[in-house]
Nanobody
Framework: QVRLVESGGGLVQAGGSLRLSCAAS????????VGWYRQAPGKGRYMVAT???????NYADAVKGRFTISRDNAKNTVYLQMNSLKPEDTAVYYC??????????WGQGTQVTVSS
């Protein structure tokens, strides 16, 4: 069973930046579409950004121009660079692959809190 471990969250002021990391226990990000998702308190989990094996990225409208998803296959790690953070970006952030989502697996996530 592949395990995903998210890290890099924290408390930041509005306008600040954070870089999230997601490390996989096996080589998976080079062969599967990977994404970042977030869940705010009392709300559902929504896609933030995805990255295909071919390098095509897709972003939620709310983060376009501010967030960037990237991948380091050699390190089995996916990143989410978050700039110009807003209080509404406050959420628990998760990474996942298309395959693991179908299997019902989610990691523990990493908390991002943006203060106004």
């Amino acid at each position: 069973q592949v395990r995903l471990v998210e890290s890099g969250g924290g408390l930041v002021q509005a306008g600040g930046s954070l870089r999230l990391s997601c490390a996989a226990s096996e080589t998976i990000f080079s062969i599967r579409t990977v994404g970042w998702y977030r869940q705010a308190p009392g709300k559902g989990r929504y896609m933030v950004a995805t990255l295909s094996t071919g390098g095509n990225s897709n972003y939620a409208d709310a983060v376009k121009g501010r967030f960037t998803i990237s991948r380091d296959n050699a390190k089995n790690t996916v990143y989410l660079q978050m700039n110009s953070l807003k209080p509404e970006d406050t959420a628990v952030y998760y990474c996942n692959t298309d395959q693991l989502i179908v299997q019902g697996y989610w990691g523990q996530g990493t908390q991002v809190t943006v203060s106004s």
